[in-house]
Protein backbone atom coordinates (compact mmCIF):
# COMPACT_ATOMS: atom_id res chain seq x y z
CA UNK A 1 0.00 0.00 0.00
CA UNK A 2 2.72 2.21 0.83
CA UNK A 3 4.60 1.70 -2.57
CA UNK A 4 1.20 2.13 -4.54
CA UNK A 5 0.87 5.87 -2.47
CA UNK A 6 4.85 6.54 -3.04
CA UNK A 7 3.94 6.11 -6.76
CA UNK A 8 1.00 7.81 -7.30
CA UNK A 9 2.76 10.89 -5.53
CA UNK A 10 5.57 10.61 -7.67
CA UNK A 11 3.42 10.26 -10.89
CA UNK A 12 1.70 13.27 -10.10
CA UNK A 13 4.50 15.47 -9.24
CA UNK A 14 6.69 13.89 -12.16
CA UNK A 15 3.30 14.56 -14.54
CA UNK A 16 3.00 18.05 -13.61
CA UNK A 17 7.03 18.92 -14.42
CA UNK A 18 7.67 16.75 -17.32
CA UNK A 19 3.85 17.35 -18.76
CA UNK A 20 4.75 21.36 -18.40
CA UNK A 21 8.10 21.51 -20.20
CA UNK A 22 6.20 19.18 -23.07
CA UNK A 23 3.26 21.23 -23.48
CA UNK A 24 6.32 24.08 -23.37
CA UNK A 25 8.21 22.35 -26.23
CA UNK A 26 4.60 21.76 -28.47
CA UNK A 27 3.62 25.84 -27.45
CA UNK A 28 7.04 26.97 -28.81
CA UNK A 29 7.57 24.40 -31.94
CA UNK A 30 3.27 25.78 -32.62
CA UNK A 31 4.35 29.31 -32.32
CA UNK A 32 1.11 29.24 -29.79
CA UNK A 33 1.48 32.49 -27.27
CA UNK A 34 2.73 32.13 -23.92
CA UNK A 35 0.26 35.30 -22.32
CA UNK A 36 -2.32 32.99 -21.04
CA UNK A 37 -3.11 31.43 -17.78
CA UNK A 38 -1.98 27.86 -19.35
CA UNK A 39 1.18 29.36 -21.07
CA UNK A 40 2.24 31.28 -17.76
CA UNK A 41 1.57 28.32 -15.99
CA UNK A 42 3.74 26.27 -17.97
CA UNK A 43 6.27 28.79 -17.75
CA UNK A 44 6.49 29.15 -13.74
CA UNK A 45 6.70 25.15 -13.72
CA UNK A 46 8.99 24.28 -16.31
CA UNK A 47 11.50 27.58 -16.06
CA UNK A 48 13.70 25.83 -13.46
CA UNK A 49 15.05 23.38 -15.25
CA UNK A 50 14.23 24.36 -18.92
CA UNK A 51 16.27 27.91 -18.68
CA UNK A 52 19.93 26.60 -17.13
CA UNK A 53 19.76 23.81 -19.90
CA UNK A 54 18.85 26.44 -22.41
CA UNK A 55 22.04 27.51 -21.79
CA UNK A 56 24.13 24.77 -22.99
CA UNK A 57 21.43 23.25 -25.38
CA UNK A 58 20.42 25.20 -28.36
CA UNK A 59 17.21 24.78 -30.47
CA UNK A 60 17.78 23.01 -33.45
CA UNK A 61 15.42 23.64 -36.60
CA UNK A 62 13.25 25.55 -34.48
CA UNK A 63 12.94 22.34 -31.73
CA UNK A 64 13.41 23.41 -28.05
CA UNK A 65 16.07 20.60 -26.86
CA UNK A 66 16.05 22.29 -23.77
CA UNK A 67 12.25 21.58 -23.02
CA UNK A 68 12.80 17.86 -24.59
CA UNK A 69 15.90 17.25 -22.79
CA UNK A 70 14.38 18.66 -19.24
CA UNK A 71 11.32 16.51 -19.83
CA UNK A 72 13.50 13.09 -20.23
CA UNK A 73 15.73 14.35 -17.74
CA UNK A 74 12.92 14.21 -14.95
CA UNK A 75 11.16 11.36 -16.62
CA UNK A 76 14.85 9.04 -15.73
CA UNK A 77 14.57 11.10 -12.34
CA UNK A 78 10.86 9.36 -12.25
CA UNK A 79 11.79 5.94 -13.53
CA UNK A 80 15.08 5.93 -10.81
CA UNK A 81 12.79 7.14 -7.64
CA UNK A 82 10.30 4.46 -8.59
CA UNK A 83 13.20 2.07 -8.27
CA UNK A 84 14.61 3.45 -5.20
CA UNK A 85 11.41 3.02 -3.63
CA UNK A 86 10.81 -0.45 -4.75
CA UNK A 87 14.36 -1.21 -3.38
CA UNK A 88 13.72 0.22 0.16
CA UNK A 89 10.42 -0.92 0.28
CA UNK A 90 10.03 -4.52 -1.74
CA UNK A 91 13.49 -5.87 -1.91
CA UNK A 92 13.75 -5.51 -5.38
CA UNK A 93 17.18 -5.68 -7.42
CA UNK A 94 19.04 -3.10 -9.11
CA UNK A 95 18.22 -2.62 -12.60
CA UNK A 96 20.26 -1.71 -15.40
CA UNK A 97 21.22 1.28 -16.56
CA UNK A 98 19.57 0.92 -20.25
CA UNK A 99 16.71 -0.66 -18.96
CA UNK A 100 16.22 2.48 -16.68
CA UNK A 101 16.48 4.72 -19.74
CA UNK A 102 14.65 3.10 -21.75
CA UNK A 103 11.91 2.69 -19.17
CA UNK A 104 12.21 6.69 -18.69
CA UNK A 105 12.09 7.20 -22.70
CA UNK A 106 8.99 4.79 -22.96
CA UNK A 107 7.40 6.57 -19.67
CA UNK A 108 7.80 9.98 -21.75
CA UNK A 109 6.14 9.17 -24.57
CA UNK A 110 2.98 7.52 -22.68
CA UNK A 111 3.23 11.04 -21.14
CA UNK A 112 3.10 12.54 -24.43
CA UNK A 113 -0.12 10.41 -25.89
CA UNK A 114 -1.94 11.05 -22.43
CA UNK A 115 -1.40 14.28 -22.62
CA UNK A 116 -2.17 15.00 -26.19
CA UNK A 117 -5.56 12.75 -25.45
CA UNK A 118 -6.60 14.87 -22.43
CA UNK A 119 -5.52 17.90 -24.87
CA UNK A 120 -8.43 16.23 -27.92
CA UNK A 121 -11.01 15.85 -24.95
CA UNK A 122 -10.77 19.27 -23.74
CA UNK A 123 -10.81 20.92 -27.54
CA UNK A 124 -13.67 18.57 -27.91
CA UNK A 125 -15.83 18.95 -24.73
CA UNK A 126 -15.22 23.01 -24.91
CA UNK A 127 -16.20 23.09 -28.54
CA UNK A 128 -19.36 21.76 -27.88
CA UNK A 129 -20.26 24.22 -25.06
CA UNK A 130 -20.33 28.08 -24.94
CA UNK A 131 -18.46 29.51 -22.04
CA UNK A 132 -16.86 32.65 -20.13
CA UNK A 133 -13.88 34.12 -21.75
CA UNK A 134 -11.76 31.44 -19.63
CA UNK A 135 -13.05 28.29 -21.40
CA UNK A 136 -12.42 30.23 -24.99
CA UNK A 137 -9.11 30.90 -23.96
CA UNK A 138 -8.12 27.64 -23.02
CA UNK A 139 -10.69 25.57 -26.35
CA UNK A 140 -8.43 27.99 -28.21
CA UNK A 141 -4.88 26.87 -26.45
CA UNK A 142 -5.96 22.91 -27.21
CA UNK A 143 -7.16 23.37 -30.76
CA UNK A 144 -4.15 25.42 -31.52
CA UNK A 145 -1.41 22.38 -29.90
CA UNK A 146 -3.75 19.65 -31.42
CA UNK A 147 -4.66 21.50 -35.04
CA UNK A 148 -1.40 19.64 -36.61
CA UNK A 149 -3.18 15.78 -35.71
CA UNK A 150 -6.97 17.29 -36.29
CA UNK A 151 -5.92 19.24 -39.71
CA UNK A 152 -5.76 15.56 -42.05
CA UNK A 153 -8.76 14.10 -40.34
CA UNK A 154 -10.76 17.21 -40.75
CA UNK A 155 -10.17 17.03 -44.63
CA UNK A 156 -11.26 13.13 -44.75
CA UNK A 157 -13.89 13.41 -42.03
CA UNK A 158 -17.15 14.92 -43.19
CA UNK A 159 -19.43 16.85 -40.14
CA UNK A 160 -21.98 14.63 -39.21
CA UNK A 161 -25.27 16.55 -38.21
CA UNK A 162 -22.56 19.88 -37.33
CA UNK A 163 -20.73 17.50 -35.36
CA UNK A 164 -16.96 17.37 -35.96
CA UNK A 165 -15.99 13.88 -35.69
CA UNK A 166 -12.13 14.56 -36.34
CA UNK A 167 -11.09 14.75 -32.49
CA UNK A 168 -12.93 11.25 -31.57
CA UNK A 169 -10.96 9.69 -34.50
CA UNK A 170 -8.06 11.28 -33.02
CA UNK A 171 -8.57 10.16 -29.51
CA UNK A 172 -9.12 6.67 -31.13
CA UNK A 173 -5.79 6.74 -33.60
CA UNK A 174 -3.86 8.24 -29.68
CA UNK A 175 -5.39 5.12 -27.80
CA UNK A 176 -3.95 2.90 -30.91
CA UNK A 177 -0.81 4.53 -30.49
CA UNK A 178 -0.64 3.80 -26.68
CA UNK A 179 -1.60 -0.07 -26.81
CA UNK A 180 1.26 -0.65 -29.75
CA UNK A 181 3.53 1.95 -27.15
CA UNK A 182 2.87 -0.54 -24.30
CA UNK A 183 3.73 -3.71 -26.64
CA UNK A 184 6.68 -2.54 -28.27
CA UNK A 185 7.83 -1.36 -24.85
CA UNK A 186 7.34 -4.74 -23.65
CA UNK A 187 9.40 -6.33 -27.06
CA UNK A 188 12.00 -3.86 -26.29
CA UNK A 189 12.40 -4.16 -22.68
CA UNK A 190 13.11 -8.13 -22.73
CA UNK A 191 15.51 -7.40 -25.89
CA UNK A 192 17.60 -5.36 -23.84
CA UNK A 193 17.13 -7.03 -19.98
Not at 21 to 42: D, I, K
Not at 96 to 110: N, Y
Not at 135 to 156: I, S, T, W
Amino acid sequence: MLMQIISFLLEVAYSLLAGSCVLRLAMQRLRVSFANPAGRFVMALSNWIVLPLRKALPSLAGWDTASLVAALLLALLHQALLWGAAVLLAGAGAPAAVPLLVLAVFDLLRLLLGGLFGLLLLSAVLSWVQGGSAMNVMGHLAEQLCAPLLRPLRRLLPLVGGIDLAPLAAMVLVQIAQMLLGGLQATVLRAVG
